[in-house]
């Protein structure tokens, strides 16, 4: 029997507890973080925090149908979201991981929610590298034009606003980033285990979150150094002012001293 998953990006966030009380269907399997529901026809609906909708057996008619139901409860949803297409093949003499491809022998709901949760969490970090890449190209635009030119290339105002901008964004994907761990069922059941282990091969979880991180630090060290570039600047006209103003005082007591003698 061939299976088909499509795991897609919606939004930045799904808010969980929300879609959970206004959707009614069988649910299989829930936490603060992701809910599986297990639908007619052989069919999975897999939601996580982290803006990903994953589908077993949906064709496309259905499968944009649920992505709508889902749409209200997301924060700032994708008109065009990022998909993540793989294929499930049962009934196997053995176990069998290829680009796109699982053949498995075992056939159950925790095999079946183990590949969900990896085609999706692939999606997601096609997303989150995405958002990476983006903050860590405007950082460098700021640092190379300070390295050519010897100052940041906007204002203070401005600077501000985009560090607070790049600072919301590496929260959010710090925050989501954390959940991406084998599911606690994988510590104990030895076949779950290696079929989670190929899955993280194939699409090269570890890698890829790694990148990230790696990306992320570079954008918080040019962060840090934008933020003493403003308190040196803020404090040095600060000294000027100062300056200024003794100076306006001495002249004021010079000229009083010229005008008394």
Same mark, same amino acid.
């Given at each position: 029997m061939i299976m088909q998953v499509q795991a897609y990006q919606v939004a930045d966030s799904i808010d969980i507890k929300g879609f959970r009380t206004v959707f009614k269907a069988e649910l299989y399997h829930s936490d603060a973080d992701e809910l599986l529901y297990r639908m007619a026809d052989h069919q999975l609906l897999y939601v996580f925090k982290y803006g990903v909708v994953c589908l077993l057996n949906y064709d496309p008619v259905t499968a944009a149908s649920v992505l709508q139901i889902?749409?209200?409860?997301?924060?700032?949803?994708?008109?065009?979201?990022? +998909? =993540?297409?793989?294929? %499930?093949?049962?009934?196997? $003499? &053995?176990?069998?991981?290829?680009?796109?491809?699982?053949? *498995?022998?075992?056939?159950?709901?925790?095999?079946?929610?183990?590949?969900?949760?990896?085609?999706?969490?692939?999606?997601?970090?096609?997303?989150?590298?995405?958002?990476?890449?983006?903050?860590?190209?405007?950082?460098?635009?700021?640092?190379?034009?300070?390295?050519?030119?010897?100052?940041?290339?906007?204002?203070?105002?401005?600077?501000?606003?985009?560090?607070?901008?790049?600072?919301?964004?590496?929260?959010?994907? +710090? =925050?989501?980033?954390? %959940?991406?761990?084998?599911? $606690? &069922?994988?510590?104990?059941?030895?076949?779950?285990?290696? *079929?989670?282990?190929?899955?993280?091969?194939?699409?090269?979880?570890?890698?890829?979150?790694r990148n990230i991180s790696e990306s992320l630090s570079i954008v918080k060290d040019n962060l840090e150094l934008f933020r003493d570039i403003l308190k040196y600047k803020h404090s040095n006209t600060l000294e000027w002012i100062v300056i200024i103003l003794i100076a306006v005082e001495v002249v004021n007591m010079v000229l009083e001293k010229l005008k008394g003698d």
């Open positions: 889902i749409r209200p409860h997301s924060r700032n949803p994708h008109e065009e979201p990022m +998909v =993540e297409d793989f294929i %499930i093949e049962t009934d196997a $003499p &053995e176990n069998k991981i290829s680009n796109n491809k699982i053949e *498995v022998v075992r056939t159950d709901m925790d095999v079946l929610r183990l590949v969900m949760l990896n085609v999706s969490q692939s999606v997601a970090l096609d997303y989150f590298e995405d958002q990476a890449s983006r903050l860590l190209g405007e950082t460098n635009t700021h640092t190379k034009h300070l390295e050519q030119k010897g100052r940041l290339s906007i204002s203070g105002r401005k600077l501000q606003q985009f560090i607070a901008h790049t600072l919301m964004l590496r929260n959010s994907i +710090v =925050e989501n980033l954390y %959940i991406f761990d084998s599911p $606690p &069922e994988t510590w104990e059941d030895e076949s779950l285990n290696r *079929v989670d282990m190929g899955m993280r091969r194939v699409f090269d979880l570890q890698e890829r979150f």
